[in-house]
């Protein structure tokens, strides 16, 4: 099913996916990254906003780094600007290559806790893992399409084109 190895893939992916976003939603003005969309988290930078301040919880609950310094209904504003939100997802995008370099095994129970809720979750360790890589397939889909429709070129994003995919 879920590997290490499949998480070192998508790490990868994920990087390469943002190597193309992060200049693509650069070339935005704030006011252009601002205007709701009608995504999920309404504009380009809530939405980019919430799957970073998801990949951190994430990463948190794997023990592999701090929980994001802003509360859960704050998501889409953890990042102050376009600039900003660019250089703290290269970052999270370093150790999210990092925590899955690292990752020896996917069997077993990961138990964590909401940040929206008090009560305790156990997940299998493979859920955990395949989760947070199609939330990030998912609303990068969503920020793709409202950058396709604004004129921006974007790039491939077809996982079978992965450089250095073997």
């Known amino acids: 099913m879920i590997t290490p190895d499949w998480a070192r893939m998508m790490a990868r992916h994920n990087a390469w996916q943002h190597e193309w976003m992060i200049p693509a939603i650069l070339s935005l003005d704030e006011a252009a990254a601002r205007q709701d969309r009608g995504l999920f988290f309404g504009s380009i930078l ?6 970073l301040w998801g990949d951190r919880a994430w990463l948190y609950r794997f023990g592999a780094g701090p929980m994001p310094d802003v509360p859960p209904a704050q998501n889409t504003e953890l990042t102050p600007d376009v600039a900003t ?14 925590w899955a370099d690292g990752l020896e095994a996917t069997d077993g129970a990961l138990v964590w806790q909401s940040a929206l809720s ?10 955990a893992v395949s989760h947070i890589f199609l939330h990030q397939v998912h609303h990068r889909g969503q920020i793709h399409a409202a950058l396709t429709g604004l004129g921006v070129e974007t790039g491939a994003t077809d996982l079978p084109l992965l450089p250095g995919l073997e």
């Open 85 to 98: 939100w660019a250089v703290e997802r290269r970052s999270t995008d370093d150790a999210l290559k990092q």
């Open 118 to 127: 008090p009560r305790e979750n156990t997940t299998p360790v493979a859920v």
């Open 46 to 51: 809530g939405t980019a906003n919430h799957l």
